[in-house]
């Protein structure tokens, strides 16, 4: 089983923090681990004050959801009352956030934490998150909802987890 260690979680946000300064952008980065406990959180000068909370939050729904959070997002328009309630769940730490910026940090096929970006744009806060894991060696592809061990990318007909039917598309680009 591996662990995402501080050493490993303080590399991904220098590299996201020095990622978004080249877009000129002051974000906040958060990784934790894959129960979506901190490991580690930095706010870059001039990032607006609630920037650090939104990419814990970001964070922790890519590691507990196991998904990044633009996958979710389909699922979360089709049942808003279900995704409403995650949030206040006895054992929620924080928000389930379904958006650009929060991305499931994933090696040899295991699920090892979550990543948050928050600060620029949704797209700039997804390109940086891209970007930093895929420079690291870190997965990007994940199953689509209901199709088991099937990568993001590829087309397999069925039923979808929440219980609509796939069309043979995936969620490209988590």
Do not use: C, H
């Not at 769940?89 to 928000?95: E, I």
């Not at 699920?111 to 797209?123: F, H, P, R, S, V």
């Not at 689509?144 to 987890?161: D, H, I, M, R």
């Amino acid at each position: 089983m591996s662990t995402l260690t501080l050493d490993a979680a303080d590399e991904i946000v220098d590299a996201a923090l020095k990622r978004a300064q080249s877009l000129g952008k002051a974000v906040s980065v958060a990784v934790v681990d894959a129960g979506g406990f901190v490991i580690s959180v930095r706010r870059s000068d001039g990032a607006r004050p609630l920037t650090p909370d939104i990419a814990r939050a970001k964070a922790y729904t890519a590691a507990v959801m196991q998904r990044p959070g633009k996958m979710l997002k389909k699922w979360q328009e089709s049942q808003p009352v279900f995704f409403a309630q995650l949030s206040q769940l006895p054992g929620a730490a924080l928000p389930i956030m379904a958006t650009e910026g929060s991305v499931t940090i994933k090696k040899d096929g295991e699920i090892i934490g979550g990543l948050g970006i928050a600060g620029g744009t949704a797209d700039e806060d997804q390109q940086v998150a891209d970007d930093v894991l895929e420079s690291l060696g870190y997965e990007l592809e994940f199953a689509a909802w209901g199709v088991a061990g099937t990568p993001t990318g590829t087309k397999q007909s069925g039923t979808t987890e929440n219980g609509a039917t796939d069309n043979g598309t995936t969620d490209k680009g988590a």
